[in-house]
């Protein structure tokens, strides 16, 4: 029994029955019809997974392109894109990989600033994925920038108890849960590291865990602007939790999520 494809199945499986929410979708779709006067784009997002985003993109017209590591995620992608001819997905790890080039608008959303997987320095990583959006769009071309936004990280990200944020089961007759064992967060690195571990029992009755450790860079809102000053990007509207106000410099305490909308500099 091949363990790490099962665990990977019912994750992908499980994430998509939770991970179902359309208000970030909405948003981004208004947002190109007020922006882009309802002209169809030509559009990339990154790490596409099961096609949440990249899927309505196609649907409303726009020709869309769409990358992601996870092999077990975009087969779900595939799988739903089946008969469109307007969508291209392909498997691809992002700081590796060329992006291509001459899109009108680049999307970097589910919160991907903060959800990258890197061994390497976290905060290099997150500046070459703005780069390399920058790099794929053509003079003139949009950045859909949206991640979380904190005025306290140490309040939202060190916890040391217990709790479950996924559970069900598969398609295969997988079932489990994800257990998360608490993180810390050091205010100096501004890294947040954690443990957490995947319980599962496969349709035979047989039971195992799958032990995870991650970490994560909380970047700035100073950090994430000067990175996309380098990249040659200009904030042409920001947007302070979905709403139809500015992101506050510096931020206020009811600030939690960024959405930021760049111009490629010609």
């Known amino acids: 029994m091949n363990r790490d494809f099962i665990a990977k199945h019912w994750y992908a499986d499980i994430y998509e029955q939770f991970e179902n929410q359309t208000d970030d979708v909405e948003f981004l779709l208004n947002l190109l019809r007020q922006r882009k006067n309802g002209a169809p784009q ?67 959303a589910g919160n991907l600033l903060l959800n990258i997987e890197t061994d390497t320095d976290y905060a290099k990583a997150q500046q070459i994925f703005i780069r390399k959006a920058a790099s794929a769009l053509k003079p003139g071309g949009h950045l859909f920038l949206d991640f979380d936004l904190l005025f306290d990280p140490a309040r939202f990200f060190s916890s040391l108890r217990e709790s479950s944020y996924f559970s ?34 496969t349709n035979n009755g047989e039971s195992f865990i799958i032990p995870k450790v991650w970490h994560k860079h909380i970047p700035t809102q100073a950090q994430v602007y000067s990175w996309l000053d380098e990249a040659g990007l200009s904030i042409e509207r920001s947007f302070k939790n979905y709403l139809d106000e500015p992101i506050p410099e510096p931020i206020d305490e009811s600030t939690f999520r960024a959405t930021v909308w760049a111009k490629k500099n010609t």
């Open 42 to 108: 030509k559009i990339l997002e990154a790490a596409c997974g099961g096609g949440r985003i990249c899927l309505p993109l196609a649907k409303a017209g726009h020709i869309v392109t769409g990358f992601d590591a996870d092999a077990h995620m975009l087969l779900r992608c595939y799988r739903k894109m089946k008969g469109m001819s307007n969508i291209v997905c392909y498997s691809a790890d992002a700081l590796t990989s060329d992006w291509g080039s001459d899109f009108d608008v680049v999307v970097l």
């Open 168 to 201: 069900g089961t598969d398609d295969m007759g997988t079932s489990g849960r994800t257990v998360s064992c608490g993180s810390v967060y050091d205010p100096v690195t501004r890294i947040c590291a954690g443990t957490n571990h995947w319980e599962l029992t």
